[in-house]
Nanobody, 119 residues
Framework: QVQVVESGGGLVQAGGSLRLSCVAS????????MGWYRRAPGQQRELVAV???????NYADSVKGRFTISRDSVRDVAYLQMNSLKPEDTAVYYC?????????????WGQGTQVTVSS
């Protein structure tokens, strides 16, 4: 069994910063990629940022230059540093882990953490 747990969301004023954390735990052989997604009210879930096992990163155009994804591969933790936050960044942020276990390769999702940016 694999668990993915996010933390670090909250309420912040426009221009402020937040740091999200994502911990993957359980019967994990290895983790390929970890990523952050978000779903704003009335919108579909979208990719925010992803980091591979080799450290390559990819970002949504809307967050480039403001958000930074990083990863502690020893502890299976991913972070999302969010700076210069805008009201349009308001959403539930979800962590995804692409995991290898004894059963093979699967995606695991966290429950999400709310980020609210006030204007």
């Amino acid at each position: 069994q694999v668990q993915v747990v996010e933390s670090g969301g909250g309420l912040v004023q426009a221009g402020g910063s937040l740091r999200l954390s994502c911990v993957a735990s359980g019967s994990i052989f290895s983790i390929n990629a970890m990523g952050w997604y978000r779903r704003a009210p009335g919108q579909q879930r979208e990719l925010v940022a992803v980091i591979t096992g080799g450290g390559s990163t990819n970002y949504a155009d809307s967050v480039k230059g403001r958000f930074t994804i990083s990863r502690d591969s020893v502890r299976d933790v991913a972070y999302l540093q969010m700076n210069s936050l805008k009201p349009e960044d308001t959403a539930v942020y979800y962590c995804n882990a692409d995991v290898f276990t004894s059963l093979g390769r699967s995606d695991y999702w966290g429950q999400g953490t709310q980020v609210t940016v006030s204007s």
